[in-house]
């Protein structure tokens, strides 16, 4: 009777154990599947360009700053990369190959031989920038956070190319200095005469400026080493040093007889 007690009392124990290591289990399934879901909404948020326009509304605008995550794990050390050397150098057929901190140790007799651009592909970049760019793309955190990506605030933008009832099969955002209103005013006529040999193909074209600069004209600091810019950007840099306001002027005009500019708030050194 003692026996059938302590058995039956065994049985129960294990029914308990095995129960609540079960309910452990599934518990931790449940969590494992919330991490992941999670993870992924996180993902689709945060991936460039959104999917949707609204994860980017902010106030009465869109915030246009990268949502980038850095990752948590540390980043593991990479093997050097290493490139054939008839890659590089036009000699005779060879397995050997070399790493960028090998081909300061080559012979000089060597650099006569030299294939460019090929040799410039050896250099090591900080990042993998394909890498980056896909986890951008993806919503993936990535190992190293970029140093420039900075909130950017409209001030300005194109009411016949940017609002809401306005629709385009193609819209082209020219990337232009602010001095560089002749540049714009011949894109414009070539845009034009565009138009009219496809006047079935609606497109929009904003020019994409920022502040002009203070003080500074032609020269610029770059962690300490000076650069002078030349040509004609640079000329225009020293005639308009220190006049921000004339340039704002007619920039302010532009916007007026155009309404294709779009106008940020950062200074730009372009």
């Known amino acids: ?11 129960t124990c294990l029914i308990s154990v095995s129960t609540i290591v079960q309910f452990w289990s599934l518990n931790k399934s449940f969590a494992r599947i919330s991490e992941k879901s999670q993870a992924s909404d996180t993902d689709q948020i945060c991936r460039w360009p959104p999917q949707r326009v609204d994860d980017i509304h902010f106030v009465s605008g869109y915030n ?24 590089l150098f036009r000699v005779s057929r060879t397995i050997k190959e ?8 080559l012979p000089r007799a060597l650099w006569k031989r030299v294939k460019y651009p090929e040799v410039y592909h050896t ?73 009219a040999r496809y006047p079935k193909l609606k497109v929009g074209v904003v020019f994409s ?35 921000e306001d004339v340039v704002m002027e007619r ?7 155009y309404d294709d500019i779009v106008l940020a708030d950062y200074e730009d050194t372009y």
Not at 1 to 11: E, H, Q, R, V
Not at 98 to 105: P, R, T
Not at 163 to 181: A, E, F, P, Q
């Open 123 to 195: 250099y090591p970049q900080d990042v993998s920038m394909r890498q980056v760019v896909e986890a951008v793309k993806t919503g993936h955190p990535v190992f190293d956070m970029p140093q420039y990506n900075f909130p950017i605030s409209i001030l300005k933008t194109s009411t016949k190319v940017c609002s809401n009832n306005t629709k385009h099969d193609l819209v082209i955002v020219v990337k232009s200095s602010n001095l560089g209103w002749d540049a714009r005013m011949a894109f414009r006529e070539f845009m034009q005469r565009e138009r």
């Open 209 to 243: 400026l920022g502040l002009p600069r203070k003080r500074g004209g032609r020269l610029f600091n770059r962690d300490g080493n000076i650069i002078s810019l030349p040509g004609t950007s640079g000329d225009m840099l020293d005639q308009f040093d220190g006049k």
């Open 1 to 11: 009777m003692l026996m059938s007690f302590k058995i039956s009392l065994l049985l």
């Open 251 to 257: 920039i302010n005009k532009e916007i007026e007889n």
């Open 64 to 87: 246009i700053t990268l949502c980038i995550r850095l990752e948590a794990r540390p980043l593991m050390s990479k093997r050097q990369k290493t490139y054939l050397l008839t890659d």
């Open 98 to 105: 070399v790493s960028f901190d090998d081909l300061a140790a």
